[in-house]
């Protein structure tokens, strides 16, 4: 069974940069669409970036410029580099991984916080 494990998250202050990690197990890694969203409080989770299998990466207009997520196939692991944090950033961060074409499976990390705050 897959499973996705997310670190990194933690308490910073505006403007501070942050990297969150992902590591998968249990599935073949190099087949899956994987990438982050978040959930701030009080609203719903949003897509932050994705990583195609193409090796395109997609990010909200709230996270260009600012984050960077990458993959390491060798490692089964998903990064999210964060710059410029602010508030707004804050929410709880979920790491994903997503199957299709290949298949219909779809796993997801248990989160890791980020707290921006002075």
């Known amino acids: 069974q897959g499973q996705l494990v997310e670190s990194g998250g933690g308490l910073v202050q505006p403007g501070d940069s942050l990297r969150l990690s992902c590591e998968a197990s249990g599935i073949l890694f190099n087949i899956y669409t994987v990438g982050w969203y978040r959930q701030a409080p009080g609203k719903q989770r949003e897509l932050v970036s994705r990583?195609?299998?193409?090796?395109?990466?997609d990010y909200a207009d709230s996270a260009k410029g600012r984050f960077t997520a990458s993959r390491d196939n060798e490692k089964n692991m998903v990064f999210l580099d964060m710059h410029g944090l602010n508030p707004e950033d804050t929410a709880i961060y979920y790491c994903?991984?997503?199957?299709?074409?290949?298949?219909?499976?779809?796993?997801w990390g248990q989160g890791t916080q980020v707290i921006v705050s002075s």
């Open positions: 994903y991984a997503n199957g299709q074409p290949y298949n219909r499976n779809e796993f």
């Open positions: 990583i195609r299998l193409t090796g395109l990466t």
